[in-house]
C-alpha cells in the first residue's frame, strides 16, 4: 500500500492507493474559510494549518490499513508554498522511519498531468499500460491557480512543456477578476455558478491574442480590462448585471485558454488524446469547449474526475507509483520551483 501527502497551498490531504487495485480513499482539509477573510492564502497560517491538520488526518488511515503500514510514502516535493511542503515532507520522512519505508518527493504538477488518467487504472489496472500507449501522445492543460501549461505526454515519466503563463496564471485571473466584482475568495466556484445565469456576448474582454509564433498564455491583460471597465461604469449597472460580467469574463479566460490549445493541434497532428486537470478544470464551460475542442480534432478527450481536479494526494501517490521506477533508477533530481525549464521535472528521493 502507497501512502500520498499533499501540503503544497491550502489543502492537507492524504490518500491510500494499492499498485494492485487502485486508490483505497482520499482525504482532505480544506482551509478555504480560514483564508477566506485574507483574500487569498497565507502561507504561515497554511503552514501551521497543515501541522495541526496531517497528523490528525492520521486517523482515518487506521481503518483502511488494518493494522498494517504502507511500504512506500509519496509527499508532495515542489513547486509549492515553502513552509507548507516541509510540512508534508517532514511528515512523511517521520512516517517512513517510523514505519521502515521509503519516502519520495513527487513534483506536484506532473501529478496533475497524470490524473486525467486515474480512472483508466481504477477501472482496469491490469489494461492500463496497454490503455494509455494508445493515447500517446498526450496534449495536456493544466489550469490551475498557480499554474497554466499546456504540455505533452510522449510517455510515462516523460512531460515536456509546450506552453506556459507568461504572467498570471488561469485561476488567479479568475481570482482577481472576482475579487474586482466583489466577490469571495476562491472566485472561480463563484463566477460560474453567476456565469450561468450570464450573457458572456455583454462584454467582450481580451483574450490574449497572440501573433507570434511562439506559443505562450497572458492573463494580466484581460484583469486589467476587468478594472478600467468596471472604473467607467457606475457601481448599480456592476451589480445588475453581475451575472453578464461574470460569464463574459468567464469567456475571455475559456477563450484564451482554448486558442492555444486550437494552435498547438495545429501544429502536431500526431497527438492521440486531449486532457485537462488542475483546479479550473472543475469549470464546466472550459470542459464543454475543450470537449468539444477535442471533437473537431477527433481525439479522445481524458479530463480529471472533479475530486481529482484541485490539490489531493491521490494524484501524488499514483504519480509516484507510476514514475516510480524512475525515482529509483535515476540520481536524485531537484523539483524545479521556476517554470522555465523546458520539462516538468520529475521528483526526487
Ligand atoms: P488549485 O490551484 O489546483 O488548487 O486550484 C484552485 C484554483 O481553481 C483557484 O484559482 C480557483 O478559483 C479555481 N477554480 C476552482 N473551481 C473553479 C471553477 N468551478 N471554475 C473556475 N475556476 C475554478
Ligand atoms: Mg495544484
Known sequence: MILGIESSCDDSALAL?????????????????LHEQYGGVVPDLASREHLANLPA??????????????????????????PCLAMGKTLAQALASCWECPAYGVNHLRAHAYSPFGDFFQDSPGDFSTR?????????????????????????????????TR?????EAIDKGAKLLG????????IERLAENGDSAYHQFPIGQNRQQDMFFSFSGLKTSLRYYLETQPEETVRQNLSHLCASYQEAVVQGLALRIKQAIRRNRGFQSLGLCGGVAQNRRLRKVM???????????????KEYCGDNAAMIAFAGLLERAALHENAPVRPSLSLTEQSLPKGHR
Do not use: C
Open 291 to 305: 470537449a468539444d475542442i477535442a471533437e473537431n480534432a477527433s481525439l479522445p478527450f481524458l479530463v480529471a474526475r
Open 183 to 190: 466577490l469571495p475568495y476562491p472566485g472561480g466556484p463563484h
Open 57 to 82: 488526518m492520521l486517523r482515518l488511515l487506521q481503518e483502511p490499513l488494518g493494522g498494517a503500514s504502507p511500504d512506500t510514502i509519496f509527499y508532495t516535493a515542489g513547486p509549492g508554498l515553502a
Open 132 to 164: 494509455v500507449e494508445k493515447l500517446l501522445p498526450h496534449l495536456g492543460l493544466l489550469a490551475s491557480g498557480g499554474n497554466t501549461l499546456l504540455y505533452e505526454i510522449t510517455a510515462i515519466g516523460t512531460i515536456k512543456i509546450l506552453a506556459e
Open 167 to 171: 504572467d498570471d496564471a488561469a485561476g
Open 17 to 33: 492507493f494499492d499498485p494492485v487495485t487502485g486508490g483505497k480513499g482520499h482525504w482532505m482539509s480544506s482551509q478555504v474559510a
